[in-house]
């Protein structure tokens, strides 16, 4: 059950609780290539995960569905958005990290190809610019301030955003406050959702992170 946003004591002054939503599984994700602002569509099983976490959202009142414009993520809220004949509301903010270059390749193609980057990625995430795309610093002011603009419009609501990993781990640390790197201590599944309460100029408030119970029933949370 999900913990009611009256519990914390602010939540009388008008907090945006914002859910967060991790687009479900492509074929990047399936073969463990590098995604960034592909275009790659759900398989079977990621329309499977829209679908859960659709049904799972359902019982929520929701003011507004926003999402990222990048099919994976749209295919997503759409399913969200239809059970509560809402339109979706696409934010260029909200896609996932430019990855430039490594975008489709695999884990060890970046490898051999990039081995200075990665090097550079390890010991500083956050500043490094990835070849062809941007830095995480560059995503936090973008996602942040389309939050910001959901918060300006929704404050005291509920709505979703679907995204993407990279985004979601850099809006939870902007929140709290929490410095890029840690990303690393975080995980998001596919099909998951991460509940944010945010105020305007205070420090937000996690009150949920990766929800995966609605998946566990179509085996689809990744060991």
């Known amino acids: 059950m999900t913990p009611r946003a009256s519990g914390h004591p602010r939540a009388g002054r008008r ?6 939503v991790r687009h479900g599984e492509t074929l990047y994700n399936r073969e463990g290539r590098v995604q960034g602002q ?7 099983l990621g329309r499977q995960q829209a679908g859960a976490v659709a049904h799972v ?3 929520e009142r929701l003011a507004a569905v926003y999402s990222s414009p990048l099919p ?10 239809e059970q509560h004949h809402l339109p979706v509301l696409f934010l260029d903010g909200l896609k996932e990290l430019d990855m430039g270059e490594l975008d489709g390749l695999t884990i060890q193609e970046m490898r ?4 200075t980057f990665l090097a550079a990625w390890t010991k500083e995430a956050g500043t490094v610019t990835i070849p062809g795309g941007e830095t995480l610093g560059a995503l936090q002011e973008r996602a942040w301030s389309a939050v910001q603009g959901v918060l300006g419009r929704h404050s005291g609501q509920t709505v979703v955003a679907v995204s993407h990993n990279f985004t979601i781990f850099v809006l939870a640390l902007t929140a709290l406050g929490l410095s890029l790197p840690l990303f690393r201590r975080l995980r998001m599944d596919l099909g ?5 309460q945010l105020w305007a100029g205070r420090p ?7 929800e995966v119970c609605h998946l566990r029933e179509l085996g689809a949370v990744a060991k």
């Open 72 to 81: 994976r993520a749209a295919e997503t809220a759409t399913a969200i958005a």
């Open 38 to 44: 592909s275009q790659e569509p759900l398989t079977e």
């Open 192 to 196: 998951g959702y991460t509940i944010l």
């Open 112 to 115: 051999q190809r990039y081995p």
């Open 204 to 210: 937000g408030v996690i009150e949920v992170f990766n």
């Open 15 to 20: 907090a945006l609780r914002l859910i967060l």
């Open 57 to 59: 959202l359902a019982q």
